[in-house]
């Protein structure tokens, strides 16, 4: 599940770069200084906003391509085997239900129980499992997670994840530019065009920028999470979306791994403090509570 966000995060900032690079070398970020010693904040605007949704919505575009490629994820076209006819059948009954066009189903090597779904509209996604997964968990676990999946889908989540990446871009983008000037002009004395100063500074303000606006974005991840869970409890069962989080907790429990290396585990521990500001999904133990909360609640009004 966490791959989702990973894999559209990486692929954001590589596309951010790239168009970042070309512009620069084709000459356009000099209109940001016409005048040789002031900044045209509006100019600047404009540039910050197209490159900003210009990666989000690029990185949007190719996800699908993107996913496959970095996962090496194979798309079932004809199943062939009874596993690869289960998961097809069970993604179009719950595609269905949610009222969404078919995605491609995949599945790629990996030892980690895991999944994820991509795509640049409901109607045109892709949903794919490791390997991991399908070794590790039961039908109906399996089940749950593949309808978690589907509802990231139905509920547009990447849509909306690249729309608040491109306004986080261009604010990145914008007020790294603003530093790297006033970098230069006032404490370097630089009158004349940007100097190296600028340059550097602006790299250094857009990679801390960065960091600090991808609070944002894990929250808005987060939150997604639970409507998620929510959504696959609904296509699934509330029982099987339970137990398909309590085995992924059981999966990524850490405590195989030194202490020095817990950090890289998976589930990250409990997330608290600082930590938890930088976490894509919230704790496993709080899906499942809210899962449980929902289900009480259900109860008392039936």
Do not use: C
Not at 18 to 28: E, K, V, Y
Not at 106 to 132: E, K
Not at 180 to 205: C, P, Q
Not at 207 to 231: K, N, T
């Amino acid at each position: 599940m966490i791959k989702r966000i990973a894999l559209f995060l990486l692929t954001n900032i590589a596309v951010l770069v790239l168009l970042s690079f070309t512009m620069r070398l084709l000459g356009i970020e000099r209109i940001l200084d016409e005048s040789g010693s002031g900044l045209n904040l509006q100019a600047l605007l404009v540039f910050a906003a197209v490159i900003g949704f210009g990666g989000s919505f690029i990185s949007l575009a190719i996800s699908k391509w993107s996913a496959k490629f970095m996962t090496g994820a194979k798309v079932i076209e004809n199943p062939r085997t009874e596993v690869e006819q289960w998961l097809v059948s069970t993604v179009r009954g719950q595609a269905n239900q949610a009222g969404i066009g078919m995605p491609e189903v995949a599945v790629y090597d990996s030892p980690d129980v895991n999944a994820f779904a991509t795509g640049m509209s409901r109607n045109n996604a892709l949903v794919a499992v490791s390997t991991g997964l399908l070794r590790s968990m039961s039908r109906d676990e399996a089940e749950a997670v593949l309808a978690h999946e589907v509802s990231h889908v139905a509920n547009g989540d990447m849509v909306t994840l690249a729309l608040i990446q491109g306004v986080v871009n261009t604010f990145v983008i914008f007020l790294a530019r603003v530093i790297g000037h006033i970098v230069d002009r006032v404490i370097l004395k630089n009158e004349r065009g940007h100097g190296i100063g600028f340059w550097v500074s602006t790299i250094i303000a857009e990679i801390v920028l960065a960091v600090l606006a991808s609070i944002i974005v894990m929250w808005f991840s987060r939150r997604r999470e639970f409507r998620a869970d929510a959504g696959g409890a609904a296509l699934a069962g509330r029982e099987k979306m339970i137990s398909a989080l309590q085995r992924l907790q059981a999966a990524h429990q850490p405590s195989a791994l030194p202490d020095q290396m817990k950090s890289f585990g998976i589930s990250g521990g409990q997330g608290l403090g600082f930590k938890r500001l930088f976490m894509s999904h919230p704790p496993l133990d709080e899906r499942i509570e809210a899962l449980r909360h929902a289900q009480a609640a259900d109860l008392r009004v039936g």
